[in-house]
């Protein structure tokens, strides 16, 4: 079991920048995909980014490539997403989710059906 608390959060104009953070509780936190989710309204919930366990692979959208960056601290049980140069049509509820794959010839998934444990979910508002 695993359980996700995200924070960072907030109202930012575009072209700001904003770090979120997903803390996660469990012993086995290196072995868990994290990926980070966003969900607008009217709209599913999408992939942003994701890391391996070991944090030695991670996967971008093709709409976020270049301006996040996905990381975590695994002494910390912490996976945390760097958002630079934020258009207003990042705005979302943002999610961090868990998936439990302790392979490293795992391949990262990228539906949200596939991961298991999620997180209340953090506002991000990117004015105009």
């Known amino acids: 079991q695993v359980q996700l608390v995200e924070s960072g959060g907030g109202l930012v104009q575009a072209g700001g920048s904003l770090r979120l953070s997903c803390a996660a509780s469990?012993?086995?936190?290196?072995?868990?995909?994290v990926g980070w989710f966003r969900q607008a309204p009217g709209k599913e919930r999408d992939i942003v980014a994701a890391i391996k366990g070991s944090g030695s692979s991670t996967y971008y959208a093709d709409s976020v490539k270049g301006r996040f960056t996905i990381s975590r601290d695994n002494a910390k049980n912490t996976v945390y997403l760097q958002m630079s140069s934020l258009k207003p049509e990042d705005t979302a509820i943002y999610y961090c989710?868990?998936?439990?794959?302790?392979?490293?010839?795992?391949?990262?998934?990228?539906?949200?059906?596939?991961?298991?444990?999620w997180g209340q979910g953090t506002q991000v508002t990117v004015s105009s």
């Open positions: 989710a868990a998936d439990y794959r302790p392979s490293p010839y795992d391949p990262i998934r990228k539906t949200a059906s596939e991961y298991d444990y």
């Open positions: 469990g012993r086995t936190f290196s072995m868990y995909t």
